[in-house]
């Protein structure tokens, strides 16, 4: 038998692994990855950064040891180690040898691939073939939601019915409930799918009903296999319409239609959500997409650079993520403008110009915090010790600022709900829910509950981070 070296085994492994790994998170967690020691059996396996080693080791570490031991029996382990070179240079260097074909790729990049975006869209389905699982990226913040999504996409109507998807704005989920219904299309060609804008489908309903074709409206309507709606919130306030929609949503769910919505709120914090809709998301599955770390951050701007060919020192891209923090599109136009500018001045871009360039899209670095501080100012203001407040207890006095940490946790941290609650003995996280918007509720209402809030965003963002 013939002894494989390292790198060697390696590329079998990944070129065994990408086939089951979409293209860009092959491009993002594995892409980089080597082994850089195999001691008596004991592999490394080196990886660019704490994410990509936990998810490595969740997902693949067991297909990664069956590859390695077929190839030699000897194998005993895995082990991780984070790389504390940065790799992109290396690819980018690959890349400066031919800068004529990179300035051609770069003019396409412009001409074609931007506007694609906006102009084509599947007549039938009204969706966008470019949104897929291959160019999404994912990481702890958005991995269950993918995950969810994907599992309906392999089996719609049958996994989780309805599918509500929330999370701010600019965090994919027009991107993943697209991808979504792009998938169904691939694997079920015959399956009728219809995306469609909540704002979009209130119009056509409501002129629907002027014209008195809402019956006909309805009829087609249950042809639907596949009925995605995209910024349910926009529901708020159109109580016709809602109704109109409850008797569509009711026909499609009772006949084992798969229905998959985005929000940019929970269902409970959508104002005048109609009560038996709210029960109906209740009843399927919700699922948020929190805000990426910044490793993560990191990862998606790196692929996104690469994809668009721009090189990009780590010392900008750094400056990047740490002040675009919870929005994965405004990350996206901050190298579109970047790009633009190299393309028109054809200059290397410096960090000053970089920094100039993006000054408003940066406008001051936002203020930092963190769990710690949080802790620290609510359990002053309310005068009890940190201890007090993780108590499981139910005494009022101790509810409400337990309840004012998870919001501020949620507003300036940006923390996933499932988060926070484990922060709190594992609390679940419709508690926490609860929690965020009773307090969110109660500042828009009660002026004391404002000014107590606001005095302790006061406190917190005078202290050292
Ligand atoms: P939302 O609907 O939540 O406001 P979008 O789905 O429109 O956000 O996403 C904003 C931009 O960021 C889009 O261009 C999208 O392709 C990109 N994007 C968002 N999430 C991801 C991701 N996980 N991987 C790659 N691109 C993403
Ligand atoms: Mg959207």
């Known amino acids: 038998m013939t002894i494989l070296t390292n790198e060697e085994l390696w590329q079998i492994v990944l070129a065994q692994i990408q086939f089951s790994v979409s293209r860009a998170n092959f491009a993002t967690w594995l892409k980089s990855t080597n082994i850089i020691s195999n001691k008596n059996g004991e592999i490394t396996i080196c990886v660019e950064n704490s994410f990509a080693k936990e998810w490595i080791n ?18 005993k382990s895995l082990d991780f180690l984070i790389n504390p070179y940065n790799p992109l240079k290396k690819i980018l260097e ?7 074909k990179k300035l051609k790729e770069e003019e396409e990049i412009i001409s074609t691939r931007l506007p694609l975006r906006e102009l084509s869209v599947d007549k039938k389905t009204n969706l966008n073939p470019s949104y897929s699982f291959n160019n999404f990226i994912v990481g702890s913040f958005n991995q269950m ?3 969810a999504a994907w599992a309906i996409s392999e089996a719609p109507g049958s996994a989780y019915n309805p599918l509500f998807i929330y999370g701010g704005v600019g965090l994919g989920k027009t991107h993943l409930i697209q991808a979504t219904g792009n998938r169904i299309a691939e694997l079920f060609p015959n399956k009728k799918i219809k995306y469609i804008s909540c704002e979009r489908l209130v119009s056509e309903i409501i002129d629907a009903i002027k014209s008195q074709k809402i019956a006909d409206f309805k009829k087609e309507s249950k042809e639907i296999d596949v009925f995605i709606i995209d ?36 269902p409970k914090a959508i104002p005048s959500l109609e009560k038996r809709l ?17 490793e993560t951050r990191m990862a998606i701007l790196k692929t996104k650079a690469m994809e668009k060919n721009l090189e990009l020192e780590n010392e900008i891209l750094e400056y990047i993520s740490s002040n675009i923090r919870d929005n994965i599109r405004e990350l996206e136009g901050a190298l579109n403008k970047l790009l633009f500018f190299k393309k028109m001045n ?6 000053e110009t970089v920094k100039h360039l993006l000054k408003n899209l940066i406008l001051f670095p936002k203020k930092k915090t963190n769990f710690k501080n949080i802790v620290q100012a609510v359990s002053n203001f309310y005068n009890l010790t940190e ?3 993780f108590l499981i207890s139910r005494r009022k006095e101790i509810v409400k600022p337990r309840q004012i940490i998870m919001y501020l946790l949620r507003e300036e941290l940006k923390e996933s709900f499932p988060c926070i609650g484990r922060k709190f003995n594992g609390k679940d996280h419709t508690t926490v829910m609860y929690a965020w918007d009773k307090i969110n509720k109660g500042v828009k209402e009660n002026d004391d509950l404002l000014s107590e809030i ?3 965003k006061q406190k917190l963002y005078n202290m050292a981070v």
Do not use: C
């Open 278 to 294: 709210m029960s109906r998301f209740e009843g399927g599955m919700i699922i948020d997409i929190g805000i990426p770390d910044i």
């Open 58 to 75: 969740n997902k693949y570490s067991s297909l990664i040891l069956k590859i390695l031991r077929n190839l030699d029996p000897e194998i």
């Open 454 to 456: 606001n005095s302790i």
């Open 94 to 100: 690959e890349t400066k040898n031919n800068p004529l």
């Open 346 to 351: 054809n200059q290397t871009l410096d960090f």
């Open 387 to 389: 201890k007090e407040l």
């Open 145 to 147: 939601a993918q995950a």
């Open 231 to 266: 910024d349910i919130q926009f529901f708020t306030g159109k109580e016709k319409s809602q109704e109109e929609f409850f008797h569509i949503f009711n026909l499609l769910y009772h006949s084992q239609k798969q229905i998959i919505v985005s929000s940019d709120v929970p």
